[in-house]
């Protein structure tokens, strides 16, 4: 009787828990849905891109949605979009994200690109990498996006 009791306690527990991850885990899904149709209608409106290759985010100073693209001529493009503000500028005039991305690996061997995203601070723009080390520490690094000079850098500790 008694071990029927505990198994239904552990059972209902675990339904418990099951539940609150799904829920946990579509309330996720749903937000990211939610950023990138809002982000799709600021291009439609207030950039020349007409073919999307990817959207990410920004957070720095200030939070950016960051699109990459084609305008309809075909030249890929880069938009910084806000509520308020949409910055264009040509990405084919800037330092490729694979060249990056390969100049990174061969500086710190041992650690992991987490993220490459283009960046913005004022006039700034920036790849910036995310990255973590052996011992669990996360460096960003932010290279200048038309030379790929190392502009900054800092480290995070996990603790």
Excluded: C
Excluded at 42 to 69: H, L, M, P
Excluded at 92 to 117: G, W
Excluded at 123 to 130: D, G, N
């Amino acid at each position: 009787m008694v071990v029927r009791w505990i198994t239904g306690i552990i059972a209902a527990l675990l339904l418990f828990v099951a539940g609150w991850a799904y829920h946990l885990a579509s309330s996720v899904v749903q937000g990211r849905h939610d950023f990138e149709s809002q982000v799709r209608q600021w291009v439609s409106e207030r950039t020349t891109i007409q073919e999307i290759e990817e959207i990410d985010e920004y957070r720095g100073k200030q939070s950016y949605a960051v699109v990459t693209g084609k305008n309809q001529a075909g030249t890929p493009v880069i938009a910084w979009l806000t509520e308020e503000h949409a910055i264009m500028d040509r990405l084919d005039l800037a330092v490729p994200k694979k060249n990056v991305e390969e100049a990174v690996k061969r500086s710190y061997p041992q650690s992991h690109i987490t993220r490459i995203v283009p960046g913005m601070d004022g006039e700034q723009r920036f790849w910036e990498v995310t990255m973590e080390d052996q011992d669990g520490r996360f460096h960003y690094l932010h290279f200048n996006l038309y030379t790929g000079e190392l502009l900054t850098s800092y480290v995070l500790s996990p603790t």
